[in-house]
């Protein structure tokens, strides 16, 4: 049952990081394209998915 709860939370960290990578590039983004992350909403979405998981990894106690 723990295993379930840790991946459910990761699956909800890479929607809503994802979301809000893509929500970064639509409102901010990067008009003149020199921006490598914000430039592209692929690579902007892939990158906020990232960071929700990493947020989501916890340290060893």
Not at 8 to 16: C, D, E, S, T
Not at 18 to 46: K, L, M, V
Request: aromatic fraction near 16%; hydrophobic fraction near 45%.
């Amino acid at each position: 049952m723990k295993s379930w709860n840790i991946w459910v939370k990761r699956a909800l960290a890479v929607v809503l990081g994802s979301a809000g990578g893509f929500a970064y590039y639509y409102f901010i983004g990067c008009a003149s394209g020199a921006c490598p992350i914000t430039s592209n909403p692929y690579i902007s979405t892939a990158y906020g998915a990232f960071i929700g998981v990493v947020l989501t990894m916890g340290s060893k106690k």
